[in-house]
């Protein structure tokens, strides 16, 4: 159950405590030494956040990821405290507090932006972002709404789902694969109707927690990965499956597939071996999921780790990230908002409350926030980026009991 959170009207005046007074003096001289206002956004991103924590003790914390020197971003931060002390926040250590607020100071080639990210209990994230243009002044500050994520329901069925490629034909059609079968619907008036149905053959028993993926492919239908099993469609009408016991390495990532890596046939991730390999790397450590990051000269790929980090390969180096606020799955989709790809991401669960994911880019290679998280009605069981159109995520529905399968597309804000 998620915790009630108490939002106060944030009062149009406020008589500020004599510590706050003499700070905010300081700021506003300090500010016009540095030439630069920064006063609106300051006041419009306070009062987001402060309008989300109401008055209370919070734990708030300020990261530079713009060109703005130190000492800039240090006065930022300081105001940013100063008009959040005088809404009623009181700021408190980490384990002390009922919320936490991270404000990344982030830019663009038009301007600074800023995303607040607050976190209280248990309960998603909220994501607020303002603006500040880098030329002319004068110019109003455009707020850009946050980046959606829109969930299309594909499937649902009693028996757990692995995953589910869309086939964007007239009529459109899906093919399903589950634990024992792979399954091909068409779409007739208005309902999925079952054309062919296919048995996944295996001669040893399954992992308990099993997973598998499927990928559509140019010169036959699709192909299936599973632990220590792959299959294949085979031409004809009406369509055939061979499968058989294979060790080969899966696709790893989205179009085009450049990365192919190990699974382990007794266990629920990937061992780190990789093939053809990032650079001269060819292993990372053990992992759940990756994603892929085109950049202008090179190509990041982040990985979940099973340890609970995330791990950035560029084919020069590798960086780790702690995993904080995030799960074991990660997806890629590209689109036409901000920097074209944004990585989809699970939030962290204790298993009693439903899970949510949330988009991130990287600007540099931090994540920053972008989107409010998308929650859902229970479990992620799995979560594939999707060759063409966004990514597919599966859950378990902790209400009826039952496998819905989504695709997930990101909308621009206006």
């Known amino acids: 159950m998620r915790r009630a959170v108490y939002n106060s009207r ?7 405590p004599p510590r706050w007074s003499g700070l905010l003096l300081f700021i506003l001289l300090y500010a016009t030494a540095w030439g630069s206002d920064w006063s609106t956004p300051e006041r419009q991103l306070a009062q987001k956040i402060s309008t989300i924590t109401g008055p209370g003790a919070v734990a708030f914390e300020l990261v530079n990821r713009s060109s703005l020197p130190k000492a800039e971003a240090d006065l930022i931060g300081n105001a940013l405290r100063g008009q959040l002390g005088a809404a009623g926040l009181r700021f408190v250590a980490a384990e002390q507090a009922a919320a936490s607020v991270q404000v990344t100071l982030s830019e663009n080639v038009l301007s600074y932006v800023w995303i607040a990210q607050v976190q209280q209990g248990t309960n998603p994230p909220a994501v607020e972002i303002v603006t ?3 030329t002319e002044p004068s110019t109003p500050i455009h707020e850009p709404s946050v980046l959606l994520i829109r969930k299309i329901q594909l499937w649902s069925q009693d028996e757990p789902i692995l995953d589910v490629a869309v086939i ?5 059609h899906i093919i399903v694969l589950d634990t024992n079968k792979i399954a091909m619907y068409g779409l007739q008036s208005g309902h999925w109707q079952q054309e062919q149905s296919f048995p996944v053959t295996h001669n040893r028993p399954w992992p308990r927690d099993l997973r598998g993926r499927l990928l559509l492919r140019k010169d036959h239908l699709f192909d299936a990965y599973l632990p220590g099993v792959f299959c294949s469609s085979t031409g004809g009408t009406p369509l055939g499956l061979a499968c058989r016991e294979s060790d080969d390495p899966w696709p790893v990532g989205a179009e085009p597939i450049n990365l192919n890596a190990f699974f382990s046939p007794t266990r629920n991730f990937f061992t780190g071996a990789l093939s053809p390999g990032i650079g001269q790397e060819k292993t990372v ?3 759940f999921t990756a994603a892929r990051v085109p950049r202008d000269k090179y190509v990041l790929w982040l990985f979940a780790g099973v340890d609970g980090t995330v791990r950035e390969l560029d084919g020069m180096s590798v960086q780790m990230l702690t995993r904080a606020g995030w799960g074991s799955d990660i997806a890629a989709v590209k689109t036409s908002c901000g920097s074209g790809v944004q ?3 699970t939030g962290p669960t204790d298993g009693t409350t439903p899970d949510y994911v949330q988009a991130f880019e990287f600007p540099d290679r931090d994540p920053v926030p972008v989107s409010q998280p998308l929650e859902f009605d229970g479990s992620v069981t799995a979560l594939w980026t999707e060759v063409s159109r966004g990514a597919v995520v599966v859950t378990h529905n902790h209400g009826t009991g039952r496998y819905e399968a989504f695709r997930l597309a990101i909308t621009c804000g206006q």
Do not use: Q
């Open 10 to 16: 944030v009062p149009h005046m406020l008589r500020l």
């Open 132 to 134: 500040a243009p880098k």
């Open 168 to 172: 964007d034909s007239s009529p459109p």
């Open 285 to 287: 450590a053990p992992f």
């Open 343 to 345: 990585v989809l991401a």
